[in-house]
């Protein structure tokens, strides 16, 4: 009878000492781990940008004339993607515009983000629909955005890359 005690002791306090060591092997696992989730969830382009860039308008006289468009682009990390939603403001006269969502791979430098759509093009008397594509070149350092947006339009060659800058917002 003394064996079994001794026994049911000793297999309790084996029991406990594991329990013990899980719950530290555990615990250290979850704290070591929450900087990489952090890093995981984080990106130097993740939050608000204000941004501005010159873009063509159709003139009066039917002639392009480039004006400043400013807007705010949110970008989001989802994973190994980034997703950017782009707001520009209109201007005068002109209607309100559709925002505009971008997505991209999560890397470090620079980052592509694009944007697949149908352009409705006024070329005379007929309006013609024509597959588009805008890319977004993007390099942040601190507080300071820096790119380029890239445009392809079905049918129509050598649209040139228009600059971009921007400054995160702060709340």
């Not at 013990?20 to 940008?49: D, K, N, T, Y």
């Not at 993007?138 to 040139?160: N, S």
Request: proline share 6%.
């Amino acid at each position: 009878m003394i064996n079994t005690s001794c026994a049911a002791v000793t297999r309790s306090s084996t029991l406990s000492f594991f329990e013990f060591s899980m719950r530290h092997l555990l615990s250290l696992f979850a704290i070591l781990s929450v900087p990489a989730l952090a890093e995981a969830q984080s990106h130097l382009l993740a939050g608000q940008w204000n941004i501005s860039t010159p873009l063509p308008m159709r003139g009066e006289n039917g002639q392009p004339t480039m004006v400043i468009r400013k807007g705010l682009m949110t970008i989001t990390v989802a994973g190994d993607s980034l997703i950017a939603n782009v707001k520009m403001e209109p201007q005068p006269g002109e209607p309100a515009r559709r925002d505009q969502r971008l997505v991209g791979l999560r890397r470090d430098g620079t980052v592509r983000l694009l944007h697949v759509s149908t352009a409705a093009l006024r070329g005379g008397s007929e309006d013609l629909q024509r597959q588009a594509s805008t890319t977004y070149a993007l390099d942040a350092k601190g507080d300071t955005l820096t790119g380029v947006i890239l445009m392809q339009v079905e049918g129509i060659p050598d649209i040139p890359a228009f600059p971009l800058t921007g400054t995160r917002v702060t709340p």
